[in-house]
């Protein structure tokens, strides 16, 4: 008889083929079994073959973690009592409980539970999931929770102007690609699907997040203050060019190694040139554009080597229409953002009369 957990059971067994391969059949110790020894007895083919069982095994669990966290999410939205039972007031509240896991966590397993989960019409026939390739890719053990939920999360945000064909076929291409690719691709390449499916979102997209805005400064305890900034797409790339722009010639000083080597890892492995670390460095470069800003009259002028670059097409330069895209920031900006930014850069002439 086949079951849900078959392929969980089949990726369990071949991981402990493939360590008992690895190890060359085992090793007999008076010790005990122990995991550190036998990693290290391996060869380095071994310990990728086993590193590749282990994350098979992974997506597997994930595999019926995702749907139980999805039926048990149902649960609570049906009142079906388990709220009393468990003491929580949802899912991901009482996923924490049960997994000692972060509640970030939960929600990310509760949100993949819901979009891949099969649905039931109001007459109550069996539907397929919202995002049945996905699902069949998790339920497969070929798709991790955050490519499934970086992938589901950017179409529902291009659903409400992208028809079903577009979407479907999205769909698919995303999940193909995420297969073999880590997820920080599968994000970047989620965003630009999201943006080609509803280039009239992009501009309320940024909107929001210019909203979003902000720095929070708070004492620590020590006496240190913390500052936490959340940048829209176009402050970071004013921010990151002018601290990249300070910070770049102390990068490229020359730098002479040590002849002697105590530790054996290089002279500069931790500390950069005068003994600043890249967190220093780029602290010092800000507070040195703000010292400079509150003590001259004039502006801070050009910066060395510091140029924004923004890509985008000449027909959305000439309409306003469309996204534009800024090197080193993953989320887009419209068309409408990059034109400004090109006029106050002198790039767009003014005809008159």
């Keep these: ?51 590749n069982s282990n994350f098979e095994v992974v997506r597997q669990a994930q595999a019926l973690l995702v749907r139980a966290a999805g039926e048990l999410d149902d649960r609570f939205d049906h009142d079906s009592g388990i709220a009393a039972r468990t003491g929580n007031r949802n899912a991901a509240a009482a996923l924490t409980d049960i997994g000692h896991i972060s509640m970030a966590e939960a929600g990310r397993l509760v949100r993949v539970g819901k979009a891949t989960k099969p649905r039931t019409s109001l007459i109550g026939e069996h539907l397929p999931p919202e995002y049945s390739e996905v699902a069949r890719a998790v339920n497969a053990g070929e798709l ?53 499916l509803d280039v009239d979102g992009v501009e309320p997209r940024e909107e929001v997040l210019v909203s979003r805005r902000g720095l929070n400064r708070l004492v620590l305890p020590n006496g240190m203050k913390r500052y936490v900034l959340d940048a829209d797409p176009v402050s970071a790339a004013y921010l990151d060019t002018a601290i990249d722009g300070m910070t770049s010639a102390e990068l490229r000083k020359p730098r002479f190694e040590a002849k002697e080597d105590p530790d054996g890892c290089g002279d500069n492995h931790e500390i950069i040139g005068d003994g600043r670390t890249m967190p220093q460095l780029n602290f010092d470069a800000f507070v040195d554009i703000v010292r400079h800003a509150l003590s001259c009259k004039e502006g801070l002028g050009a910066l060395d080597h510091t140029t924004i670059i923004v890509r985008m097409t000449l027909e959305s330069l000439q309409t306003g229409l469309g996204e534009a895209q800024l090197d080193g920031v993953e989320q887009p900006i419209s068309a409408g953002t990059a034109r400004r930014m090109a006029a106050e850069a002198c790039l767009i002439p003014m005809v008159l009369g």
């Design 144 to 196: 991790t929770v955050d490519s499934a939920l970086y992938i589901t999360a950017n179409l529902e945000q291009a659903a409400p102007r992208a028809t079903t064909e577009d979407l479907d076929a999205a769909e698919k291409e995303l999940v193909e690609f995420a297969v073999t690719n880590p997820v920080d691709s599968v994000r970047k390449l989620s965003i630009r699907y999201r943006d080609a």
């Design 1 to 51: 008889m086949t079951t849900s957990t078959d392929l969980l059971v089949e990726s369990t067994a071949a991981l402990a083929d493939t360590y008992s391969h690895s190890l060359g059949g085992g090793v007999c110790t008076e010790e005990g079994a122990d995991a550190g020894l036998d990693l290290q007895r391996m060869t380095d083919g071994g310990l990728l073959a086993v590193l």
